[in-house]
């Protein structure tokens, strides 16, 4: 399947984190992994199918093959790492790319060179760029020239297919994508039913992943070039792996909207909030909200619950709390929650785009509601932040500072001394953050201001240290 045009379309349908989407992208992944091995073994199958022109055993071939992966592997780890190191220092952005460049168009040549295919040598030139300690800083100075080059990628593929074969064999042309797709549709369905994964969810999975993808084009045409395949034998299958990317995203989409239409179970009515005055409103009850609410519970003071996710909501209603279903960023529920006269609302909603209008929402609508927000992480804070809310907690902050604790006192630091340094800890980075608030809108002052904290923040504790020794 092709890795771009599948993340691309379950990422505008806010799909990557969803349990098909996760395991889209580690078949996807796992795919992409596997065309080096296809690429290497590709032109070992000549001499087996008899059509090898270079004369020689096969293994003779495998040898080279080895020997090529071991130079490049081996050779690239000894070189390319003191090299890329020496360009790093020269500190200019165009040297740094075109010395990536370099070394994928070299190590292409020399596989190109011993007969090897170029696309072997690129691919291992980008395990070996992905390997040095320099890959983030490579794929940010690599990125414009990704989409181009895929984009130049995808329309010689578009000029290599044959379209006459869809007027002089149509049937021919569909019957195959027709079976390709229904063949991948099932047995990535299968395979996610066997993976574990919840009937729907296997199921998307299969529609997620039916299309070939752009490696395909790759193996068919050296298949050909090796004579592997013959021509005609070739053209038909770019030209069914072609229609079937045409047709792939298609097929989820109108599996989606069926499946909405036809399987989902009816929506239920939000619950009807009975009318009382409460001090303090939770919004969003999963593990957040419910440890909020177990406190307040203990310590005898009432409030209401509100939670969008019907399951979630019967599930908790087992133990014996009241919670209603119902969207707090609906301006109606959120009144009917005693939003009016509340004190406090306690914004704990899984959902970054949700807790974000209701924050909204809250501010204009009841401006004398106090809110504690949860945040996800320093994005979702901002958002917060920019909406009104000053009481932004972020999620597991707290807990992983407790931990910092135990392991410092576990190193052999008193507990005093451990709590002194998470506390400090915590004043400097709730007081970086707060800066970056500031800065949060120009890239290279939030960085700059990153990289400060952290210097302000080693001197800080180097103090410490120099005044314990």
Do not use: C
């Amino acid at each position: 399947s092709s890795t771009p045009l599948v993340l691309q379309v379950l990422a505008e349908r806010g799909q990557l984190k969803t349990q098909y989407g996760r395991a889209a992208f580690g078949i996807l992944l796992f795919q992409d992994l596997a065309v080096l091995p296809a690429l290497a073994l590709l032109p070992l199958l000549a001499p087996l199918a008899g059509t090898h022109q270079g004369g020689g055993p096969w293994w003779m071939g495998l040898l080279k093959l080895l020997a090529v992966i071991g130079v490049v592997i081996g050779g690239g780890r000894l070189l390319l790492r003191p090299a890329l190191r020496v360009v790093a220092r020269v500190r200019v952005g165009e040297v740094f790319t075109a010395a990536a460049l370099l070394t994928v168009i070299a190590t292409a040549l020399l596989a190109n060179l011993v007969g090897l295919s170029m696309a072997l040598g690129a691919f291992l030139a980008g395990v070996l760029l992905a390997d040095s300690e320099f890959r983030h800083e490579l794929e940010a100075d690599l990125e414009p020239f990704k989409g181009l080059l895929l984009g130049l990628f995808f329309v010689a593929v578009g000029m290599s297919a044959n379209l006459g074969l869809l007027r002089s064999e149509p049937l021919t042309v569909l019957e195959l994508t027709a079976g390709f797709l229904f063949v991948k549709i099932v047995a990535v369905t299968a395979l996610g039913q066997l993976a574990r994964q919840r009937g729907d969810s296997a199921r998307r999975l299969g529609f997620a992943l039916p299309a070939g993808g752009e490696f395909a084009f790759v193996l068919f045409t050296l298949a050909a070039r090796q004579r592997i395949l013959d021509g005609a034998t070739a053209d038909l299958l770019v030209l069914a792996v072609t229609l079937s990317m045409m047709l792939g995203p298609l097929l989820l989409i109108a599996h989606e909207s069926l499946t909405r239409r036809w399987l989902a179970p009816p929506q239920q009515p939000y619950d009807a909030i009975e009318e009382h005055e409460v001090p303090v409103i939770i919004a969003g009850f999963g593990r957040f909200g419910q440890i909020v609410a177990r406190v307040l519970r203990v310590k005898g003071l009432p409030f209401t619950a509100l939670d969008s996710s019907q399951t979630h909501v019967d599930f908790v209603r087992r133990f014996g709390n009241k919670v209603y279903y119902g969207d707090a960023s609906r301006l109606d529920l959120l009144r009917a929650a005693g939003a009016g006269s509340a004190r406090i609302l306690v914004l704990a909603i899984d959902d970054v785009d949700a807790s974000t209008r209701t924050a909204v929402l809250a501010r204009e609508q009841f401006p004398g509601l106090k809110i504690f927000a949860r945040a996800r992480n320093r994005q979702h804070a901002f958002a917060l932040m920019d909406a009104g809310v000053r009481e932004v907690t972020r999620d597991t902050y707290g807990s992983s500072l407790e931990m910092a604790a135990s392991v410092l006192e576990a190193l052999g630091e008193t507990p005093a001394a451990a709590r002194e340094a998470v506390r400090r800890f915590r004043q400097h980075d709730e007081a970086t953050l707060a800066a970056q608030y500031q800065v949060k809108d120009d890239e290279s002052k939030f960085l700059a201001t990153s990289r400060e904290a952290a210097k302000q923040l080693e001197k800080l504790f180097e103090a410490d240290r120099n005044g314990s020794g």
